[in-house]
Each structure stands twice: as structure tokens, then as C-alpha cells.
């Protein structure tokens, strides 16, 4: 099978799992290693016999056939693309070649491939909760919600799910996606909050919270995460969306609080430190104010749950990235200070 996005954060961990959980199974990375691509993300792995890196850009159209025609997968998971709001507030199009073109790209491949031979085939398409737009105080996103993206990224997004779901109905092709809340964890790039904090408060610089802080998002581990498309991709139902998520809403600033009261007691700092670093910085344009999903479906149809309390996730998070200086610094070194002084020294 190929697994497209490999090398990025989530993307690594279903990598890790497939290829350890299926040694039967053959394991294509498929990845253009962006910025967010990462292959140290994998040294536990990359040697196992059933796991290969095939470097390649999902815009490419002939590159993905001739892959497509070297492994002749039976299953795809495409988790490849432009993954951070930010970014694709300041350049949209690199978001719309990536998540729109590159997955019609990899749509025509295995439709070529399969050529209506759909028997033990799958095209499994990961997707965001940001396609379903932004929430007020009540509700929640079901797979029935309506579509409302509002940033390019999840317009992006959107638009791949719908060209997903057109191949299906049009061609047949053999297709599931899911819909996930925020992850967190281990291998996550420090350009989003969690990561991103936890590198600043380690260097005591300001932690950078968009607005009032107020707005709301639904955590998941990225493991669960993880498991979710393991279940999905040998479990769900043909042609069917389903959504993942923790089950576990925090506003960024308490969020925030939580996590600098856990990096003052791992560094050894006296309370309250860490938490005298939180800035309130302008808000981001169009910034969503709340996500929120109902995962009852995979948790009644597949038996799918989250396995990880939030606060024992932040912890085993905070651990990581105190045991992963050479990682860290390995993600942060070269560009990244160029985007962060480029996206933070004007708020
Ligand atoms: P990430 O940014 O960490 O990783 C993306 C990976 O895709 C990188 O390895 C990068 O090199 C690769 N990639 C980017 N452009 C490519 C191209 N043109 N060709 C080939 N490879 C390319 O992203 P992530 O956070 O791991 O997200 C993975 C997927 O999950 C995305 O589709 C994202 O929309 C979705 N998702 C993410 C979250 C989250 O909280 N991070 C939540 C729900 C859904
Ligand atoms: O909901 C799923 C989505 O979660 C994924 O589809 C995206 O790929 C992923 O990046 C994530 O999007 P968010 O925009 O929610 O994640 P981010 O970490 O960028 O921001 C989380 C919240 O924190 C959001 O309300 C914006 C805020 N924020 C973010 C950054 C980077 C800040 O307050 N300060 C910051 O510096």
C-alpha cells in the first residue's frame, strides 16, 4: 500500500504502525519532503524489510502514475498536504496545488491502476474537521454537517473531500475518509500551538496567543488518531465519511495554562514561571472560533475510542520534546526562524 504524507507528523505515526502492526503488508512513504517532511521522524523503522520512501510531489501527475505503476498498490492512505492556517492565509495557491491538485492526481492514478478492478481496493483520503467551518457555544460537527470551510486551508481541504466523494459516485472508485479534530504529540512541526509553546517556554520566549485566547478546539493524541485509520481503513464501510475526534474542548488560554504549569514542574522551574509568558498577540484573519465533533459513529459502528486523558497526553508530549532536543533542533534550525519572525513580528 501507499501511505502518502509520510514523513509529516501524523502521517509518520500511521507509517510507524502499519509497517510494525502488517510485516506482510509492503509500506510505500510517498513524500516530497516539504519543510514539514521529515525522515528522522522514522529511523526506529526505516530498515524494516516492508518499508520503503519513495520521494515524490502528489502535484507531479506522471511521477504518481509511474509510483503507482512500480509498487501496484491495493490501498492508499493520502495523508500528503499543506497542513498549517497560517500559511495558507499568506499563500493560498501552494494549498490548493497540494490538496486540490495533488489528490485528483492520485484519484486518476489509482483509478488507472484499478482500471474498475475494484475487488480488495482502497482509497482512504484523511480530512479535517475545519471543513464543516466554525461553531458557537453549542453543537457539534456530524458527518451530516453541512460544508463551510473559511480558510484557504480548509476550503483546500474541502474541495479534496468533494472530489473524493465524486470519484466515487461517478466512477465507482472504492473510497473512505475521515474527518479529524486537532492532533497533538510526539514528531508535531513547531509551527502549530502546542509544539510551538512548549519550544518557547524551554527558551523562555513569549508564547504568542492569537486574540483573547478564547477560542476552542478538540484535542486528540495523535496514537488514537492513528489507531482511527488503522480501524477505518480495514473496517469502514465503502464510500463512507467518518469523523474522529478527543472528545476533549479546551479555550487556547487554558490550554496554554495547563501546559505551562507541566513545563514548570519538568524543568524544574518555581509555579507560575512559564504562564508569565503567554502574550496576547492580533488574532489571526477569519480565525474559526470553535471546533467540536461527534465521533459516535466510528465508536458505534467500528468500536473505535480516544485511549489517552488530555492531561496525560500533554504529558507524554512535554517528555518528548524534553528527550528530543536533537530532533527539535534539527526543525528548527534554517528556515524555520525566517517564518517565525516573518508570521509573528508584525502581531
Ligand atoms: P504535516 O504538515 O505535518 O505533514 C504533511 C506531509 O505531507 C509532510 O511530510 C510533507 O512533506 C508532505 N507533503 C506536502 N506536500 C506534498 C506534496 N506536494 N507531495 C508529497 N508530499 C507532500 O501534516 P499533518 O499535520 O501530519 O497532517 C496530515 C494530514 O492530516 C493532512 O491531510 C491534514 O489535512 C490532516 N489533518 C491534520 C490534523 C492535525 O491536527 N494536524 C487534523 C486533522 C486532519
Ligand atoms: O482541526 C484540525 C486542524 O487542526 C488541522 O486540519 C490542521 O492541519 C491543524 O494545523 C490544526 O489547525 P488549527 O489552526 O486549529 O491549529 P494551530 O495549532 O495552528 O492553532 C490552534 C489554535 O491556537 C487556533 O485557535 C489558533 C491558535 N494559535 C495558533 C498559533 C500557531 C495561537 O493562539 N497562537 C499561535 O501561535
Known amino acids: 500500500m501507499i501511505i502518502t504524507g509520510g514523513a509529516g507528523f501524523i502521517g509518520s505515526h500511521v507509517v510507524r504502525l502499519f509497517v510494525n502492526k502488517y510485516p506482510d503488508d509492503r509500506i510505500v512513504n510517498l513524500d516530497k519532503l516539504t519543510y514539514a517532511g521529515n525522515l528522522e521522524n522514522l529511523t526506529d523503522i526505516d530498515r524494516k524489510s516492508n518499508y520503503v520512501f519513495e520521494k515524490a510531489d502528489i502535484t507531479d501527475a506522471g511521477r504518481i502514475r509511474d509510483v503507482f505503476e512500480k509498487y ?47 475487488e480488495g481496493k482502497r482509497f482512504y483520503h484523511v480530512s479535517t474537521d475545519e471543513v464543516y467551518g466554525s461553531l458557537g457555544r453549542e453543537g457539534f460537527f456530524a458527518e451530516t454537517s453541512p460544508y463551510d470551510p473559511r480558510s484557504p486551508y480548509s476550503a483546500s481541504k474541502a474541495s479534496s473531500d468533494h472530489l473524493v466523494r465524486a470519484y466515487h459516485h461517478t466512477y465507482g472508485l472504492p473510497v473512505t475518509l475521515s474527518n479529524c479534530s486537532n492532533n497533538y504529540g510526539p514528531n508535531h512541526f513547531p509551527e502549530k500551538l502546542i509544539p ?64 505551562c504549569r507541566i513545563m514548570d514542574s519538568k524543568l524544574g522551574r518555581p509555579e507560575g514561571t512559564s504562564a508569565q509568558l503567554i502574550t496576547f498577540v492580533k488574532d489571526r484573519a477569519g480565525h474559526d472560533m470553535r471546533y467540536a465533533i461527534d465521533s459516535s459513529k466510528l465508536q458505534r459502528e467500528l468500536g473505535w475510542k480516544p485511549s489517552l486523558q488530555f492531561e496525560e497526553g500533554l504529558e507524554k508530549t512535554a517528555d518528548w520534546y524534553l528527550a528530543n532536543e536533537k530532533w527539535l533542533q534539527g526543525v528548527i534550525s534554517g528556515d524555520y526562524e525566517k517564518y517565525y519572525q516573518k508570521q509573528y513580528s508584525s502581531r
Not at 83 to 98: A, G, K, L, Q, Y
Open 72 to 118: 501496484c498498490p491495493d490501498g492508499v492512505i493520502h495523508l500528503a498536504a499543506e497542513s498549517h492556517v497560517d500559511r495558507s492565509i499568506s499563500n493560498p495557491m501552494e494549498f490548493i496545488m497540494t490538496n486540490v491538485v495533488g489528490t485528483v492526481n492520485l484519484l486518476n492514478a489509482a483509478r488507472a491502476l484499478w482500471n474498475g478492478n475494484f
Open 196 to 259: 510551538l509553546s512548549i519550544n518557547n517556554i524551554k527558551n523562555s520566549k513569549p508564547i504568542p496567543i492569537y486574540g483573547k485566547g478564547e477560542n476552542v478546539r478538540d484535542w486528540l493524541y495523535v496514537l488514537d488518531h492513528a489507531r482511527a485509520i488503522d480501524t477505518v481503513f480495514h473496517n469502514g464501510r465503502n464510500g463512507e465519511t467518518y469523523n474522529i475526534g478527543g472528545n476533549n474542548e479546551w479555550t487556547n488560554i487554558d490550554l496554554i495554562r495547563l501546559l
